[in-house]
Nanobody, 123 residues
Framework: QVQLVESGGTSVQAGGSLRLSCAAS?????VAWFLQARGKEREGVAG????????RYADSVKGRFSIFQISAKNTVYLQVDSLKPEDTAMYYC???????????????????WGQGTQVTVSS
């Protein structure tokens, strides 16, 4: 069983930056960040494979979001820059077993989910 705990969400003005953290118990997995805006479906925005070799990003966040991990801390981070009001959402991290790069943003690949951390971007 893997437990995931997200942190770092807060309210920020447009153009600002945040670093979200996903702390995982247990062994190393592939990890992705998903966001869900009010009234919309959950969307995968960034994923990193087991071992941290490959990453994948949604087109909407390329160049603004960066996912990386520090294995010694069992933590995966999402650096979010140049925030826009449309980035306002609950951000979730998820972990899955050996997810291939092509599928890193697919929610069905992930067995374990955190409770989420809220990011609110004001204009």
């Amino acid at each position: 069983q893997v437990q995931l705990v997200e942190s770092g969400g807060t309210s920020v003005q447009a153009g600002g930056s945040l670093r979200l953290s996903c702390a995982a118990s247990g062994i190393t997995y592939s990890v992705a960040w998903f966001l869900q805006a009010r009234g919309k479906e959950r969307e995968g925005v960034a994923g990193i494979d087991t071992g941290g070799v490959s990453t994948r990003y949604a087109d909407s966040v390329k160049g603004r979001f960066s996912i990386f991990q520090i294995s010694a801390k069992n933590t995966v981070y999402l650096q979010v820059d140049s925030l826009k009001p449309e980035d306002t959402a609950m951000y979730y991290c998820a972990a899955g077993n050996w997810v291939r790069r092509w599928f890193l943003l697919s929610a069905k690949e992930y067995n374990f989910w955190g409770q989420g951390t809220q990011v609110t971007v004001s204009s």
